[in-house]
T-cell receptor, first 117, second 115 residues
Framework: GESVGLHLPTLSVQEGDNSIINCAYSNSASDYFIWYKQESGKGPQFIIDIRSNMDKRQGQRVTVLLNKTVKHLSLQIAATQPGDSAVYFCAENNGKGSGGSNYKLTFGKGTLLTVNP | GAVVSQHPSWVICKSGTSVKIECRSLDFQATTMFWYRQFPKQSLMLMATSNEGSKATYEQGVEKDKFLINHASLTLSTLTVTSAHPEDSSFYIC???????????FGPGTRLTVT
C-alpha cells in the first residue's frame, strides 16, 4: 500500500555529522528505488537511485542501501551540511502497468532533516 | 540538461473557476508526464499518468472530469482544474520521463489557492 502520513518524521543532526534516513517500502515486486530531496516550496530533486539487483550504491557524499529481505531502504549522507536541510523522500517503482504507467512511482511519507550549525 | 518547467508557479483563483497549469520539458522529449498533488507536510500523491497523444490514466479516487489532462506534444502537458473549490488548494507538481528511462525529472511545482 502507499505510505502517506499526516505528520512528518524528523531527524536533527549537527553539521559535520553523518545522517541516516530510513524508508520501509511496501511492494516486494518493486525493482527500482530513488531518493529525492525536496526543499520548501520546490519540486523534488533526484539524489540517487538503485535497482533491485544491487544492495548498495554510492554517490558524492551519499550512499543508498537496499535490503530486499525486510523491504528497507536507507540514505546515508556523509558530513551533513546546512544546505542538506530538506525533506527526503524514497520512491519505488514496481514496473507494473502498461505504457507510461509502467514507470509510475509510489512515494514514501518523507523525513524532515534539520542540520544544526 | 533534463529541465522541467511549470507555469504558473503560483495562482490564486475564485471558487467555481477553472485553472490551467502547464508542464514543459525544456531540453528533452517527454514520452510520459506525471501529475502529483502534495498537501502541506505530506508526501506526493500521483494523480495521473499521461502519454503523448493518448488519454491520461488516472489513479483511483481522482476525478478525470475535474482534473483534465492534455499531453498534446512531446514537450507539453497541461492540467486543468475545473470548477475549483477551496479543498483543491494544494501544491501541484509534474514530472517527465523520456523513452526507455526510469528516471523522472520534476518541475518546480505550482501552488494553487482557491478562495
Amino acid at each position: 500500500g502507499e505510505s502517506v502520513g499526516l505528520h512528518l518524521p524528523t531527524l536533527s543532526v549537527q553539521e559535520g555529522d553523518n545522517s541516516i534516513i530510513n524508508c520501509a517500502y511496501s511492494n516486494s515486486a518493486s525493482d527500482y528505488f530513488i531518493w529525492y530531496k525536496q526543499e520548501s516550496g520546490k519540486g523534488p530533486q533526484f539524489i540517487i537511485d538503485i535497482r533491485s539487483n544491487m544492495d548498495k550504491r554510492q554517490g558524492q557524499r551519499v550512499t543508498v542501501l537496499l535490503n530486499k529481505t525486510v523491504k528497507h531502504l536507507s540514505l546515508q549522507i556523509a558530513a551533513t551540511q546546512p544546505g542538506d536541510s530538506a525533506v527526503y523522500f524514497c520512491a519505488e517503482n514496481n514496473g507494473k502497468g502498461s505504457g507510461g504507467s509502467n514507470y509510475k512511482l509510489t512515494f514514501g511519507k518523507g523525513t524532515l532533516l534539520t542540520v544544526n550549525p | 540538461g533534463a529541465v522541467v518547467s511549470q507555469h504558473p508557479s503560483w495562482v490564486i483563483c475564485k471558487s467555481g473557476t477553472s485553472v490551467k497549469i502547464e508542464c514543459r520539458s525544456l531540453d528533452f522529449q517527454a514520452t510520459t508526464m506525471f501529475w502529483y498533488r502534495q498537501f502541506p507536510k505530506q508526501s506526493l500523491m500521483l494523480m495521473a499518468t499521461s502519454n503523448e497523444g493518448s488519454k491520461a490514466t488516472y489513479e483511483q479516487g481522482v476525478e478525470k472530469d475535474k482534473f483534465l489532462i492534455n499531453h498534446a506534444s512531446l514537450t507539453l502537458s497541461t492540467l486543468t482544474v475545473t470548477s475549483a473549490h477551496p479543498e483543491d488548494s494544494s501544491f501541484y507538481i509534474c514530472s517527465a520521463r523520456s523513452l526507455n528511462t526510469y528516471e523522472q525529472y520534476f518541475g518546480p511545482g505550482t501552488r494553487l489557492t482557491v478562495t
